[in-house]
């Protein structure tokens, strides 16, 4: 059986709140679980104590026994110092698209031209 330890959602409509549990990685989201380890309030400010709360012995229980955490939870955990924090690569989610390259390009070349007039008046007056 493929364990996970992954977030359950719970609240109403535009109030998520979510379960931290430990489930069969073929169960749906919000279905049947083994154990609820804890929970997780995207609401609450983010240095609020209340906003992520696990139960630490009972994450490395499952942990030990092979259970895989999803990327939000594993980023939690990581958070806590629970795990060791992972290199990520996420290389071309961070690079500006063309249009925002070139207005870039434009707007430094724009900057030159403007940084490169008032030293040849400062160097004409003398």
Not at 19 to 25: E, G
């Amino acid at each position: 059986m493929a364990m996970k330890i992954r977030l359950a959602r719970g609240g109403s409509k535009k109030r998520p709140f979510y379960r931290i549990v430990a489930t069969d990685s073929r169960m749906p989201r919000d279905g049947r679980f083994i154990e609820k380890l804890g929970t997780y309030n995207p609401l609450l400010p983010k240095d609020s104590e209340d906003r992520v709360k696990m139960n630490m012995e009972r994450v490395q229980h499952w942990l030990d026994h092979g259970a895989q955490p999803t990327d939000r939870i594993s980023r939690m955990l990581e958070a806590a110092g629970a795990i060791p924090k992972k290199e990520r690569a996420n290389l071309k989610k961070g690079t500006p698209g063309k249009k925002a390259q070139e207005r870039a390009e434009e707007k430094a070349a724009k900057a030159a031209e403007a940084a490169a007039a008032p030293a040849a008046e400062a160097a004409s007056e003398e």
